[in-house]
């Protein structure tokens, strides 16, 4: 880890990019809805300036998420291929080399012309070129003081039949990030730019049905049984959830039946952290973290610095990491890390809450 910072002004990155004949633009593996957001909304803006630009992802990638591309925005990576040449590399919604595995080495070879764009606080220097606003909610956010430079209206992209615009792609990575604007990351700039993205024609309750009402039924199966896994620690105030391998295989679930159910716990009053265990293969477990802060004022536990005892990462209110090894391993290392954590060390700072 480096000391992950702006090296560039918005101004010198959106001249670089608009000078450019060809662009990929990556984002981190499994994106989601900022990461594809983020992802769409600079390929639109650069072929609104005529520049060649697509997007290159490392799925697995939720089909919901998919169907905001167009045809031949994106081209999605198949394992022993790599992006095609291009002038510049763009890396949207990640700084850390963990996040871009298949393809750490070809950025790399191609450091010289990889520029990055994000809103995380932790990252490595993936990217020499960077503009990182860790007061962003989301990348779109960052990315729109990008677009704006480049002089490029919001509304480009829109057609009559359905909207594909720039605004559009800004908006539902805006959305993903801060819960569809109930995360304390959701700050009056966020419904600010929420507004201005609304006023250049984002269709939202689309958006709504095509992101967030949009299941298969096998994710009801999968968090049917994450639901039957709970444990309650910390005097109810802590819930852990677990799919081992063999609840996902019986669930007949796919990984983008999964996301999101580390959520429902949340609903309860008392429960400020909860966390998912996923084994989506043997002896790989992936943790995913979210925390709210209680009504009594209590502030929200930095879920980011328990991910990154696991060399994860993420926000204050959600964050993710993997461990190499089984479920029942994984699940003991990170009941460890929470009653550690309950210590008071990973509290967010009020400020933060
Ligand atoms: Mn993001």
Not at 183 to 198: P, T
Not at 254 to 283: C, F
Request: hydrophobic share 45%.
């Amino acid at each position: 880890m480096i000391n992950y910072l702006s090296t560039a002004t918005t101004e010198q990155i959106a001249s670089r990019l608009g000078a450019a004949a060809t662009v990929a633009v990556l984002t981190h593996s499994k994106p989601d809805g900022d990461a594809m957001g983020s992802v769409l909304g600079l390929v639109r803006a650069l072929r609104a300036r005529s520049v060649d630009a697509h997007g290159f992802l490392v799925g697995p990638i939720d089909p919901n998420l998919l169907a905001l591309a167009r045809q031949g925005e994106v081209v999605l990576h198949a394992p022993g291929t790599a992006p095609r040449e291009t002038e510049l590399v763009v890396v949207v919604d990640t700084g850390a080399w963990s996040q871009v595995e298949p393809l750490g080495a070809w950025l790399k070879e191609r450091a010289d012309r990889v520029i990055g764009i994000d809103h995380h606080a932790r990252g490595d220097d993936l990217a020499p070129m960077r503009l990182v606003d860790v007061t962003a909610a989301s990348a779109t956010q960052v990315l729109l003081a990008v677009i704006d430079s480049l002089g490029v209206p919001l509304e480009y992209g829109a057609d009559a039949e359905r909207r594909f615009s720039i605004a559009e792609a800004l908006f539902a990575g805006l959305a993903a990030d801060t819960g569809w604007f109930r995360f304390s990351s959701a700050d009056e700039r966020v419904f600010h730019v929420a507004g201005r993205l609304l006023g250049a024609g984002v269709n939202k309750q689309r958006l709504v049905q095509q992101l967030e009402e949009n299941e298969r039924p096998t994710r009801l199966a999968a968090t049917g049984l994450a639901l039957q896994s709970i444990r309650w620690l910390a005097s109810g105030s802590v819930v852990m959830m677990r799919l081992s391998y063999a609840d996902i295989v019986a669930a007949s679930a796919r990984p983008e039946d999964l996301g999101g159910i580390v959520n429902v716990p949340l609903v309860v009053g008392s429960v400020s952290m909860s966390i998912l265990l996923t084994e989506a293969e043997p002896g790989i477990t992936k943790i995913s973290f979210r925390s709210k802060p209680l009504n009594c004022g209590r502030p929200s536990f930095d879920v980011n610095k328990i991910a990154a005892t696991f060399g994860g990462g993420g926000h204050v209110q959600a964050a993710g990491a993997r461990i190499l090894a089984g479920i029942d391993v994984a699940s003991a290392q990170v009941e460890d890390a929470v009653h550690a954590a309950i210590g008071g060390s990973a509290r967010a700072p009020a400020s933060a809450g």
